[in-house]
């Protein structure tokens, strides 16, 4: 466990102010220097419920959640103490010091809000247990603070007062970012209720050695989420269109992406299902648009179809798949990465897509960029996997990361001067399917251009788009699509890797994941490595196609490598055995599918269980529902 | 200068030029009611003098599909009930285009129903033609959403226990503002109705009853027809949609009974287009965003400007 960090978890219920409260945070320990980074965790619901968001800042980069935290502001149930509210959620609904304790580590440090709170409403056993772990409990009435100064609603700004108290946090970077955010009186207020608590707090005894260290960032940093960056990466690629029905957690990106597009020359369409918005997406793309849509597992099954349409006319789209519990509907807010074989597999006839599973927020962006140069170089749909914790998360990056120029360019698509130059059939029509071009892709043109008349079909069709069932003709044309994934592989392989290595590429043991939990893994394996283990990380993003050479260089290095991944099923150790069948022996599982995502120490933990104990086999290892999960 | 030269250039236009040179094998039955479809939209285009190279196709999945393979033009064979979200988003990417969808009954009112309804609410600018033979053709004979009751197929051998549809009244009151049914036993009417729904400024739907002699065995199905613009005793205002709901309410009843009324129904012309409303409220730029990827001057806005609200 890293000692020098802080990481601080606020709770209540949604409806409370969780979310906005511990952005602000978040921004404010950034802004003072601190490497952060959040993990959100609520329930299906509007009002109440148990909610809470953790906020790990450190000296050094952060790419994970932490395990367990360190500081609780537990905000207490707001329905329960209104008489409406609580006669229709019961008291009980919303226990926030309750259900965080398993969780808080020794010495940790507890505010609660004794306005919501009475004795009686705490755990029959607490005292014992904060006695037993040594944690510094701060009753305070931050609903009496809130409401003297303003309205009862500024408890959480109470709360954060309090925080910076105990902390020893200068209030400067909490108010400057309350005055950016709010009305004058309503700042006013805040800032009233801010300082009086921490007044309050700062008054009291103090034994706690939680300290937040010390950092201070030479470069401009900006604090993004997994949705931010996909939507930041499809604009900068000149993505101007995107059609879309809600569904958690796609919905970030939908919704960012339909706040930003009116102000980039864009349009943004709701529509009446998931099948409709796909098919907008192709029908933009086909009149000469950089488009895309998306779903989570569900609203992604109804897109199947189109997903199929794209593929057979060859008509490019980026879709983002932003994966969470299943089956069917699942747990909503909960995240899970057993959507792999869903986006690999689904529709009818041989898969003939791009899939990315980016690792972090950077990935995030660069790999939506990549899919739609893919896209639109090889009319071939590419999707973007993530979930529910990428979509969410909050970290900080380096903001010149984001200094890139935009590349609107649409790919393998004619001029009408070129289309002057380009082949014709007798007839006159368009060659838009030709056999013969060695990567596959025959450029296209686009509706209202003259000279490019042709006809796309979702039936097999001739070079020129007639619909045709000849055997020569469909062989030449499955067998050029086919090639497109050649090239695909190697344009990714001349490239930058979407692989990322992480330790020392002689290492005897691998720990190889997918997508979201790469972070987390790599945390893992540098506590391994402390600890002793020579082991390394490979965090894989490219899907399909699959990337072979480096996958075959990886394993081979490696004696025993366990591969981490949120589901039952293996789904990614089933993509490398199926792809790399030799190396099946070599690998073990770790699975989690709990709704919540690994933490560093459970990686640990099951790695010396499962590679390095001596009991090494063909292992699956399952996580049971640990404390504070 | 427009990216797209084919687009609104005045011309005399030869219906021929909507035939394709090299014209694929039809592959529908003699006597099809479809042919009817082809040889009004081909009237239509040339009357309008529209250019083969503006016109986008889209069609869904069926005998009715296959209107886009004789028919030249850009087009799109799409999947069956998709072709209007198709079509709809090719129109808001570039609304100089001229739109066109067709389906049949069973793929434009059964599968694709929630397309339909939610593409007529929002008056997209566009026609949407389908191709009505109250039965399902290419997969051999299978009940369809305008079928009769008690109508009896493989798959409803004991006969249809459901009403049929009622297409022209669910289209206007979800929204269209064009609403006409004409029949392929009256070429006349059906070109000068075609011409008049591609020039509508909204979504204008056109249910085409089309004979199928092969799986609705009467191939006079839709004879003698009455042309209620023609017939004194159907006086109504098309522009009303009270009385328009009445007149339909009335087709649709005759036509179970086996008397086909066709004609115009409704048109509304102070309503805008869907386009034309995001135009107007700021969510879509006025020029056509295709046009954006050709024009080497354009500024393309990047995410780094938005960084602000991060830091």
Known sequence: MTANELVWRIAGGSGDGIDSTSQNFTKALMRAGLHVFTHRHYPSRIRGGHTYVEVRARDEPTKSRGDGYNFLLSLGDSFARNPKEEAYYGKEEVKPLTENLDDLREGGIIVYDSGLLDDEDLPDDFDERAEANDWHVYPLDLRAIAKEHGREVMRNTAGVGATAALLDLDLSYFDELMQEGMPEEVYEANYEVLTDAYEQVAAMDHDHDIVVPENDHESDQVLLSGSNAIAYGALDEGCRFIAGYPMTPWTEVFTLMSQHLPDFGGVAEQVEDEIAAATLAIGASHAGVKAMSGSSGGGFALMSEPLGLAEMTETPIVLVEAARAGLSTGMPTKPEQGDLEHVLYTSQGDSNRVVFAPGNVQEAYTQTRKAFQIAYGYHIPAIVLYDQKLSGELRNVDAAFFDEEPTPDLGATLTEEELEEAAHHASGKFQRFRHDPENGVSPRSIPGQRGGRFLASGNEHTPEGHISEDPENRVAQMDRRLRKMEHIREELDSETSHQTLHGPEDATYGVMTYGSQQGTVEEAVDRLRDAGHDVKALGVSDMMPFPEAELTEFLESVDRCLVVEMNTSEQFRGLVQKELGRFGPKMASLLKYNGNPFEPAEIVEGFEATITDGSFERTTARFQPAAGD | ?311
Not at chain 2, 48 to 77: A, M, N, Q, R, W
Not at chain 2, 137 to 143: A, F, N
Not at chain 2, 210 to 230: G, L
Request: hydrophobic letters at 35%; proline letters at 5%; glycine letters at 8%.
């Open chain 2, 1 to 311: 200068m427009s990216a797209f030269n084919a687009i609104g250039q005045e011309r005399e236009v030869d219906q021929n030029e909507f035939t394709p040179e090299i014209e694929p094998q039809a592959t529908w039955c003699p006597g099809c009611g479809d042919f009817g479809v082809l040889k009004a939209l081909k009237g239509a285009a040339a009357e309008l003098g529209l250019d083969p190279e503006e016109i986008l196709l889209v069609t869904g999945i069926g005998c009715s599909g296959k209107l886009s393979s004789y028919f030249e033009s850009y087009g799109f064979h799409s999947i069956h009930g998709r072709s209007l979200p198709l079509a709809r988003a090719a129109k808001l990417a570039n609304p100089e285009l001229t739109v066109i969808a067709a389906g049949g009954d069973g793929d434009g009112y059964g599968i694709g129903g929630n397309h339909f309804m939610h593409s007529a609410r929002e008056n997209h600018d566009m026609t949407y033609i389908v191709f009505n033979n109250e039965i399902f053709g290419l997969t051999k004979g299978q009940t369809s959403p305008t079928s009769p009751k008690g109508h009896k197929s493989k798959t409803q051998p004991q006969g249809s226990a459901k009403d049929p549809l009622r297409p022209l009244s669910m289209s206007l009151s979800a929204g269209a503002s064009y609403v006409a049914r004409t029949a392929a036993v009256n070429p006349n009417q059906a070109k000068e109705i075609l011409v008049e729904a591609i020039q509508h400024d909204g979504f204008s739907h056109v249910d085409f009853l089309t004979q199928c002699p092969t799986w609705n065995k009467d191939a006079r199905q839709y004879v003698p027809y009455i042309d209620i613009q023609q017939n004194e005793e159907y006086d109504f205002d098309i522009t009303d949609r009270r009385e328009a709901a009445d007149a339909m309410y009335e087709t649709e009843s005759a036509l179970w009974d086996g008397k086909v009324l066709t004609g115009r129904y409704f048109k509304q012309e102070d309503r805008r287009s869907y386009h034309e409303e995001k135009i107007a409220t700021g969510a879509m730029p006025e020029d056509p965003i295709a046009e954006q990827y050709f024009d080497d001057d354009h500024e393309w806005k990047r995410s780094y400007d938005l960084l602000d609200a991060h830091r």
